[in-house]
């Protein structure tokens, strides 16, 4: 029996954005969901917002990384992995 896996898919700009990496990523999302996989693309706050605000619907989830909390990881990195950590 083949399991269905849990794949979070991290990236830092995402569609409505439409680049190479955007446009891949989604196309890799469908592919896994093809295979019977559940991938979960995490991406900005802002682009997460952007999705919501264009209503678009996608076939796999998305989620939002929490504002402001690459900056954090950057300023502090315990403190950033700390909340990374807590809230994923």
Known sequence: M?????IAM???SFLPAQGGAEVGLHNIALRLI??????????????FIQLK?????????TIPLPPGASSLLEFN?????FIYTNYF
């Open 2 to 6: 083949k399991k269905s896996l849990n």
């Open 10 to 12: 991290p990236i830092g």
């Open 34 to 47: 093809n295979k019977g996989h559940r991938p979960i693309i995490i991406t900005s706050f802002t682009h």
């Open 53 to 61: 605000r264009k209503q678009w619907e996608l076939p796999y989830k």
């Open 77 to 81: 990195k315990y403190i950033g992995f």
